[in-house]
């Protein structure tokens, strides 16, 4: 059983969220202690959404989204020291020229200045298989080298919770074994969106949702082969 150093009590209150002109969370409850969660859903469901909602990069319309003792509206500045988020699209997330200034960058937020920075991250690198990338430039590298700095740099930072969405699509094989094991092994909470299955079915939760709604919630071995069969389903019959 891994320690885990703190988790956190995330709660919606009846939240309320337009997007793209039509409302997507309509009054949304929902509340989230597990160490692992996992976020399922058809594509727009609103699985993006929940995790930019958690870290208070997008705000509701209406009601509060809690992190702990931190509602995201009136503590938004706080989170970012708290909370990890891996987006998507890796080039979202970059923004230093080189892999070592990037990496640099999650040290040097937890304090640490100029070469002290550099050479914590060049030691991050290494112990993450890519001693030999610190000055490698971010736009050389292919996607999957992109999105594997991107999950390592936001590590460097050491967020007590780390929201993924969809974090490994263009990893390759061994690459996404390697990381679902790191993060299975990581010793902090973590929610993560996938239409990965396989990936989420270590999580202790999956949280199903279907145009802004949780339709349904519980065990990966309960939830993960009723979404399965569902898809299967609508597909027979289109
Ligand atoms: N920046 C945006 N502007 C306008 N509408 C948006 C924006 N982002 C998302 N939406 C809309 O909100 C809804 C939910 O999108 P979201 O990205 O949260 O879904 P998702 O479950 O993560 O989808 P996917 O599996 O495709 O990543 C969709 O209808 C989408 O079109």
Redesign the pocket.
């Known amino acids: 059983m891994i320690e885990t150093s703190r988790l956190h009590l995330i709660r919606f209150d009846r939240v309320r969220l337009a ?4 409302r ?1 969370f309509d009054g949304l409850d929902l509340t989230v202690s597990e160490r692992r969660v996992g ?1 399922i ?12 909602l958690i870290n208070g990069l997008i705000l509701p319309d209406s009601g509060d989204v809690w992190v702990g003792a931190r509602d995201t509206r009136r503590h938004r500045k706080e989170l970012p020291g708290e909370i990890g988020f891996v987006f ?1 699209n890796p080039d979202h997330q970059i923004i230093f020229p080189t892999v070592g200034e990037e990496v640099a960058f999650g040290f040097a937020n937890r304090g640490l200045k100029g070469r002290a920075a550099e050479a914590e991250a060049a030691r991050f690198l290494a112990a993450h298989g890519c001693a030999s990338w610190e000055g490698r430039a971010v736009h050389e590298l292919s996607g999957g080298e992109r999105q594997r700095v991107a999950i390592i740099s936001v590590l460097a930072a050491s967020p007590s919770l780390l929201l993924l ?2 974090p490994f699509a263009s990893l390759d094989l061994p690459m996404r074994m390697a990381f679902r094991r790191l993060i299975a092994e990581l010793p902090l909470q973590v929610v993560m ?1 996938s ?1 990965d299955l396989e990936l989420l079915a270590d999580c202790d939760r999956i949280i199903w ?1 279907d145009r ?1 709604r949780v339709v349904a919630e519980g065990p990966p071995g309960r939830i993960l082969p009723a979404y399965r069969e569902a898809a299967t389903l609508r597909v027979l019959a289109s």
């Not at 859903?41 to 930019?52: A, T």
């Open positions: 997007r793209g002109g039509h997507l976020l859903g058809d594509n727009g469901s609103g699985k993006s959404s929940l995790l930019r998507q969405d969809e969106a239409h949702l802004g």
